[in-house]
């Protein structure tokens, strides 16, 4: 038995210590907010936070994250930064089919948490690793923009 702090309760499970986190989180825990995406951690569908930090869940083992705070899309509002940033993308519609948006709010949250007032040169830094199909890249930009002022 195992336990992990995802979103500020100790959850306990069975699995292998190489186990990627992302499979303890959907299918051993049941929180399906954080989607699998390439599975090589290209794409960032996947991205939870880790001590605060964006990480790829799907090429992380469990293992890496004993010790420390996992948080999930379905905890990131828990912050007055990721509260922000969901209501901009609400406001915004961002989502278009919606599959990526759990990991870009992730990535967006990690930004403004570093960077409170980024450019959008730092935008499309911190958000290039996040790839959306539908191609809602301004959108994504405008809604952090927004969360940025306050949302």
């Known amino acids: 038995m195992a336990s992990l702090d995802i979103n500020g309760k100790a959850r306990e499970f069975n699995a292998d210590p190489n186990t990627p986190l992302l499979w303890v989180i959907r299918d051993t825990l049941g929180m399906t907010g954080t989607k699998f995406g390439c599975g090589a951690a290209l794409c960032g569908a996947c991205t939870v936070h880790l001590d605060g930090k964006p990480i790829r869940s799907c090429s992380t083992p469990v293992s890496a994250a004993a010790g420390k705070k996992v948080t999930t899309i379905e905890g990131v509002a828990a912050s007055a930064t990721g509260k922000k940033v969901q209501e901009a993308w609400a406001s915004l519609d961002v989502p278009q089919c919606g599959y990526c948006q759990s990991g870009q709010i992730m990535a967006a ?4 948490t570093e960077k409170p007032k980024p450019t959008d040169a730092d935008i499309d830094a911190a958000m290039s ?9 301004p959108r994504v930009r405008a809604a952090i923009h927004k969360a940025a002022k306050g949302a």
């Open 109 to 112: 949250t990690a930004l403004l």
């Open 129 to 137: 690793g996040n790839i959306c199909r539908c191609g809602t890249y």
